[in-house]
Every structure is written in C-alpha cells, then in structure tokens.
C-alpha cells in the first residue's frame, strides 16, 4: 500500500491556478523527485503537502488515512493541521535555523515542546537522539556550534537532522542544495543519499539531474502547475516521451 495518495490538488492565489489536477503515490521507502522550471508550482507543491499552505481542492492520504479533503471541513481545523503535519518533515533552500540556539538545540527543540506538551520522552532521551542524528549527519563534533560558526553545508545538514528528529513518515526537500556553493552541495547530497539507501521515505525538490537520476524511484515533471510526464527516472530523465519535458531537459544540459 502506498505510504502517500494525493489526489487531484488544486491551489489558486487569487485568479492565478498554481496547481491543476496534481496526483501521485508514493510507497514506503521510495524517493521521489520533482523537478521543473523556477514557477511551475514545485515548491507550492510541498508546501500544500506540509500544509504550509492550504490546498484548494483535492485530498492526502497518508497509510490509507485520509488526513486532508478539501470538501470535507472537519479535516481542516488549525488543530488538526497542526497534528498532520508531523507526518512530514521539510528541510528548507535555506535552512531556517534559529541562531540562538546551538546545533544540538535545534535539533532538539522541537521534540522537547512536544514532550512537554503530551510527556512520553525524558530530555536526557530527546538529546541522546539529537546527538546521535548529529552524528549521523557528520557533525557530532559541531553539536555546541550555532549556526553562524557553521558553513552552509553544516547548517543543511543540522536543517536535516532536526527534520529527522521529529520521525515522520516522509522528508520533504525544496531545492536543498540552492543556497549552497559546488563543493558545499556535494556534502548535502551525499546526506540525502544515504537516506535513500537507508530507504527513507522522501520527495525532493531539486535542479540536480544527475542526482535525481541516480537517487530517484520516481521523476515527477511539472510545468505550469501541472504534472506533464512522471516515471523512472530513466524513463523521465533519459528517454522523455513529452516534448515538453525533452525541451527542459536539454537546457539543463546545455
């Protein structure tokens, strides 16, 4: 069974149709990328799905739950919003840590609202988990460091780890690597990478076509607000059937 089903989402700002009719799946343990041109509704896309924004019209499902229907109110309130969102995490272009707090302390902060909140988890639990993500990430020796002693690579990596630390069902990336420099972008990449060797769940946004052809189950295209072509990635990426879509691809090249 698929781990997510979204269905015929819409979303308009005013008169303008940022996103048409868009549906996929996406099973558990699969990466999914979505790639297209600056304004063809990529990054709205994840932010409908995070419920940074509110879709228009359609519906998510997430392990055969449906957790947002646009036509049904009741999955809507701000309470229920807030409690779906936990089943995806979203690792921004840039970063958003908060610079008052250490790497460790954004990774942990969260959890511990959550914790004293609904209780479940002690904070001597909360930190060895956010150290142990640090450490993961490559960064156990930078867990004091607050962001502005960290470079741009570091900050996306501790952005990562503090997404995975609230455990959700599926890790969101908008363009991860974007804000950062060539060599700076290889270290991020390779992060994500591991995940999805590790079979984590997760859709990224990203201008890396080579690193979504390597990484990927699956390819979204999108122009326009809506999805022109989707696949395998060497469906998608290597042998397009859209025009549209070979005409994308051979800019990025050129």
Do not use: W
């Not at 099973?27 to 990054?43: D, N, Y």
């Not at 690579?153 to 069902?169: C, F, K, N, S, T």
């Not at 390597?214 to 060497?234: A, K, L, T, Y």
């Not at 042998?239 to 800019?251: I, K, V």
């Amino acid at each position: 069974m698929a781990i997510l089903e979204v269905k015929h989402i819409e979303k308009n700002f005013g008169d303008t149709q940022v996103l048409s009719d868009i549906s996929f799946s996406l099973e558990q343990g699969q990466a999914l990328s979505i790639i297209g041109s600056s304004g063809s509704g990529k990054t709205t896309l994840l932010r409908c799905l995070n419920f940074l924004e509110r879709p228009d019209g359609g519906n998510i499902s997430v392990n055969g739950k449906v957790i947002f229907d646009a036509q049904d109110p009741a999955t809507q309130s701000e309470a229920q919003i807030r409690k779906k969102r936990l089943h995806f995490g979203l690792v921004f272009q840039n970063f958003n840590l908060f610079p008052q707090y250490t790497a460790l302390q954004n990774v942990t902060l969260a959890r511990e609202l959550m914790a004293k909140e609904h209780g479940g988890e002690s904070k001597a639990q909360i930190l060895e988990a956010g150290k142990a993500l640090l450490k993961q990430m490559g960064l156990e020796d930078r867990a004091g460091h607050y962001p502005h002693q960290l470079s741009g690579g570091q900050q996306q990596r501790v952005a990562i780890a503090r997404a995975l630390a609230m455990r959700p069902d599926i890790l969101c990336f908008d363009e991860p690597t974007s804000a950062l420099d060539p060599e700076l972008t290889g270290e991020v990449l390779r992060v994500i990478r591991e995940l999805a060797v590790q079979k984590t769940t997760m859709i990224i946004v990203t201008h890396e076509m080579n690193f979504a052809r390597d990484v990927s189950d699956q390819v979204i295209f999108m122009d326009g607000g809506v999805i022109v072509e989707q696949g395998d990635p060497q469906q998608v990426i290597n042998h397009p059937r859209e025009e549209r879509t070979r005409q994308f691809l051979s800019r990025r090249e050129g």
